[in-house]
């Protein structure tokens, strides 16, 4: 079965908002074996929904649109809708009540622009979107379906997971596709592939590899379309366990986990906690642990030094250090590293210190040189870094090559 | 003029990845005037390729691939385009030297499968990648111009900023398009166009006003593609001054501007510091913070307390009242930020203490309730928020409600 996405918006063609609901409807839709086979963006114009609509393939069963159903005059998508499927617009009680209750949490009421979103087409049936006032709309003709949805992704995402989702699972048929993805940090793309060059070349027919790099880590997606999802999924376990032989700890993680929730799972087995000491990445890493539901039970803290006197003060570095080495250093990394565990009373704490850009750099420590120290109950490690020229990778790639360094010390560590 | 962007990869269509490169592009283009008219995904398949690239709109002059030319197997763009406009692959010396190189300062030497990245069609010019292995490609077909870019939003950036744009200023015509966007904080979208309905409705024909709200706030977009855009910024310009005379400080800034860039530029004019004192924001006001260049002439740090322990042994905050009110409340709110602007010495602190969810509520405080304070040399405010059930959302809407309680009174300081 086949979907499409129409991701209606202008502020999403002049680049001013990143699509990120296509990407979850696309996921979604994924996991219960739908393929996405095309997306598009399209501005805020009858016309150009119109020709959208008319353009869908042949093949195309599930039609998603997204945006356009707020409550202000620049919101189209309904009235649009309602004209292209023939009708007209009708006051849903329903769909009132719902806003009713929802401005009654926020101890307002609704005024007669929230009241205006109650009409919907009368071509559609209603999504009811408990969580915001544009109600999300399912309409067919003939065998195909569109579903109209708000732009704001967090009810997008609610309409899709708790509604849509399940209501495809149980009314129509599904295709095979399985997907199993494997995550690799601190290897560079085309050393990977050298790395499993031999292995890439034995996959057999119907499965594909696909390498997606991002700052700091590469993702090896291993993929099958085939008819037979049982027998496909063997195919790819198989295969998948050949490469994590190949590759051995590079591989941190599976599909959807992040490093840091493979952190808290590591660090809850082993009943230890952890600290950081964060300068060039100014509490990067304490948000991305802090991201992570339950971190609290493992994580106490970080102090972001970003001066040396905070260095001095709150984590005891000696000043004789920063001014014979420099802040950015071995001897000045490893006392933060340790100054954070104990300030925190924690097994484990990481520091980094770096010159983060764009200006700050020297001839001998240009823009980019990062150190990195990870304390643990029996050792400090502390490693140097050359990233690039750019601020927000450089605090990017600092994070996780901390956090990789991170999880091969908690690998060695005996609670 | 027109363009129209393709975006090519089975990782954006299944959603693993966001489609970031296209926004950029269209921010870009927008800026000098060029409008795009229409965005697609499709798969890593020569025919969806070949087929989007048929299916291009008839007033479109530059057409925009990105994606698909890596050195992997799965990167077939750079196939498709040199069968589609016909010709041959060519070893180019130019594009070899660069590749050379930039693996001599990783101090490495390219394999194999890096040389291959050196082969261009003979019907392309190519875009010079100084910081990436995949060259750029410039075909031409009758008016039009395609360029084919890497998936690597960075490597993108760089070709985009550095050579498609300048080439594109010099060598085409422009057409007008003129934005000007105001933010606002704190106020929801029904609640502002409801402030702002009078002045709505007296919009001249040609300018458009969108709203773009996002978790936390509400962006204003005014928009005109007349022909005159001198004529038509001085009309943006003349209602834009009377948007920000009605919302007066509800607006934080202009454009791409962020608050805590707004935030710098204010501590700066008033010689002011800064640090924070974060429990359910967990370091993300920090990160925020010091993603701004050049943040460390203002922000001295920041203390994550995450446990009640660092708390009361980092902050000072009295067990008592940890005991008597609970973590997150007025008493223990305000000593963590009179605590942080103490230990930080500087003029002024934000704290936060919440509960981000999933869980950890309970009746009278349920998932969501968060205290925050700004303290100041003159006084120190505090205030409770409900926001809702998604920790994601409830980390972002805190950072961004404590920034605008500290940007309204770094505005009352004199220093």
Known sequence: MQA???????????????DTNSAFIATRLNSIGIKVAQKRVIA???GAIERALDDVLSDTVLVFTTGGLGPTKDDITKKTLNGYFGGELVFNEKVYQNIVKLFRSFNRTPSEINR????????????LNKIGTASGMHFKQGKRHYFSLPGVPYETEYLVENKIIPWISENLQKGNV??????????????????????????????SLAYLPSPGLVRLRLSSY?????????????????LREILGDIIFGENAQTLEEVIGISLKQKKATLSTAESCTGGYIAHLITSVPGSSEYFMGSIVSYSNRAKKELLEVNMENIVA???????????????????????????????????GGTDEKPVGTVWIAVAGPQRIIARQFRFGKNRERNIRKSALMALDMLRREIQKFQS
């Open 116 to 127: 205006s979103q109650a009409f919907l087409p009368s071509s559609c049936k209603p999504v």
């Open 325 to 359: 080495h420099g802040a950015v250093s071995q001897e000045v990394i490893e006392q933060m590293a340790e100054g954070a565990r104990q300030k925190f009373h924690t097994d484990f704490a990481i520091a980094t210190s770096g010159i983060a850009g764009p200006t």
């Open 4 to 18: 499409e996405i129409i991701a209606i918006g202008d502020e999403i063609l002049i680049g001013q908002t990143v």
């Open 226 to 242: 085939e008819e037979d999802s049982k027998e496909a999924l063997k195919k790819i376990n198989r295969k998948a366990k050949e």
């Open 178 to 207: 399985v997907h199993r993805t494997l995550l690799t940090q601190g290897v560079p793309e085309s050393e990977l592939a050298e790395k499993i060059a031999d292995w890439e070349n034995s996959l057999p027919l119907g499965i």
């Open 44 to 46: 805020d114009e009858a």
